[in-house]
């Protein structure tokens, strides 16, 4: 085989549609927020919780600055899964429901096209 030739299978990929590109763009924005532990740990605290936290209380759990805490919150605030709204000097957050929504649709992105013949095994 020549440096130039490929095998036959190579060049045969399934089709899948494209993601809209505004979509995309926002599920990556939500699983890279999700890629910190720690961020991770505030999104599933935050969630399990009946009703807005303070984030006095969350920094209470952590063994971590106010201000880092802060950071981490924003992340998540900017990424859509997490809503705010101040009272006094305290802000408190909750889950953002449409950004819950788009993060459970994520695994049907990626398994609706896997090939069922990678399924199977």
């Not at 190579?10 to 961020?39: E, F, N, S, V």
Request: proline share 8%; hydrophobic share 35%.
């Amino acid at each position: 085989m020549s440096r130039r030739s490929r095998p036959p299978a190579c060049c045969q990929l399934r089709a899948t549609r494209p993601l809209p590109g505004a979509k995309g763009r926002r599920i990556a924005t939500m699983l890279k927020a999700l890629g910190d532990p720690t961020r991770l740990e505030i999104m599933r605290m935050v969630a399990a919780q009946s009703g807005p936290v303070c984030a006095c209380d969350i920094v209470n759990r952590f063994e971590l600055s106010q201000p880092t805490i802060s950071h981490h919150l924003r992340i998540l605030r900017d990424a859509g899964l997490l809503t705010s709204r101040r009272s006094g000097l305290w802000r408190f957050y909750e889950p953002d429901r449409e950004g819950l929504k788009q993060i459970a649709e994520f695994p049907s992105l990626i398994i609706d096209h896997v090939n069922p013949e990678f399924r199977g095994r």
